[in-house]
């Protein structure tokens, strides 16, 4: 009998595996990035900027927590946009030493252009990611489904 914190050659495997699938999918991410003219973490910005929930403010905090970087780095990323003109920066309006970000009409057309790019690659690369996923879940002894579901009311 294996104890919990013992690893079997088909856990590595497993992990390996999501790994492998993710950084595929991360590689095409980044590449398409570079082929719009941006880097990829200009991209990741611009996308935490479009897709931030509705009861978040996308502050350069807030930024730098879901691109899990530096606050100085994250400013850093918004100057060279606001610089090409893909995202403006203004003051928060009841707390003025807050820096909250938007997306310029520019920046809202080439994210668009890039997601349904990554929208399409997910078709392909999607179902290979979901069961990488599902046995790795499956190997640390838990449903996929109970990971999902914990994702699904986790909030960033």
């Known amino acids: 009998m294996t104890r919990n914190d013992d690893i079997q050659q088909t856990d590595y495997q497993a992990l390996a595996e999501f790994r492998y699938k993710i950084r595929r ?23 935490a900027v479009k ?14 927590e879901r691109l899990q ?3 100085h780095s994250t400013v850093e990323l918004v100057d060279r946009l606001v610089n090409r003109g893909l995202v403006t920066r203004k003051r928060g309006s009841e707390d003025r030493r807050q820096v909250l ?8 057309r080439l994210l668009r252009d890039l997601s349904l790019h990554h929208r399409e690659e997910l078709k392909t690369a999607g179902p290979d990611l ?7 879940m499956a190997s640390l002894g838990r449903p996929a489904k109970a990971a999902k579901k914990g994702s699904a009311t986790r909030k960033g």
């Open 130 to 136: 979901v069961a990488a996923l599902k046995t790795l």
């Open 101 to 108: 970000v938007q997306l310029t009409a520019k920046g809202e």
């Open 51 to 64: 897709g931030i929930p509705e009861d978040t403010q996308a502050t350069i905090s807030e930024l730098a």
């Open 69 to 71: 970087i530096q606050h």
């Open 25 to 47: 999918f991360l590689r095409f991410s980044e590449r398409a990035a570079r082929a719009a003219g941006v880097e990829p973490q200009q991209h990741q910005l611009m996308l």
